[in-house]
């Protein structure tokens, strides 16, 4: 427990500490959505920001609050993910692709830490954008992360988004659980909204859920 709580002391210094971001590397990024379905309601906190000399760090929380509260996740009514990880960019890797080599630690409300390292693969193609983050924690398990967006401008200041993350975790046992969240809308500036879904599959066998609403989200 104590380690948990040093390890989301540890990310929150991360979201709000200053990054310096060097003219020629990566800017400051961040992004805050908010997905509200028929069962739950996420809040998901990016932040990128550059180190300098092809460094990076990147800092994700995703907090989930079921509608139920007490009575579908036992003693709380609210789970949460925490992402910190350090990445280099290869300098042989010229745009528009890119490759980067990733160390990371995990933190998941009630589960402890999880290091992991891998490496993530990236392109941007005009209106087009995709990555896919391959990494392997301490349990053993593998976790494949991949992200697809597609944004054409349809005005000055306003976008058609499309999005989709797909995030598969396995381990010794086989498939794990894997989610595929998907978001339709338009973005106005640095605003977007629309309608969103999440699909949810556990186990072997599949188990399948769902969760379906709309989302806002703005970025920095």
Known sequence: MKQSLIALAAALYLVFAPVKADADDTPVKASMELMAGQDSAILDIKLLGSLGSGFAVFNR???TALYGGAENLGEVGASSFHVVNFRYALPWV???????????????????????????????????????????GSAPDGLLITNVGYAPEVAQDVRVVGRLENVTSVSGDGHTSSTQRV???????????????????KGNEGNFGYNAGGFVSVKF
Do not use: M
């Open 183 to 201: 978001r339709l809308g338009v973005a106005l500036g640095q605003y977007e909204l629309g309608v969103a879904g999440d699909l949810i599959e």
């Open 61 to 63: 929380n995703r907090i």
């Open 94 to 136: 010229k745009r528009p692709h890119s490759l980067e080599a990733l160390a990371e630690v995990d933190v998941i409300a009630g589960k402890g830490i999880d290091p992991r390292f891998g490496v993530q693969y990236g392109v941007t193609l005009g209106d087009v954008s995709l990555s896919q983050i391959v990494s392997l």
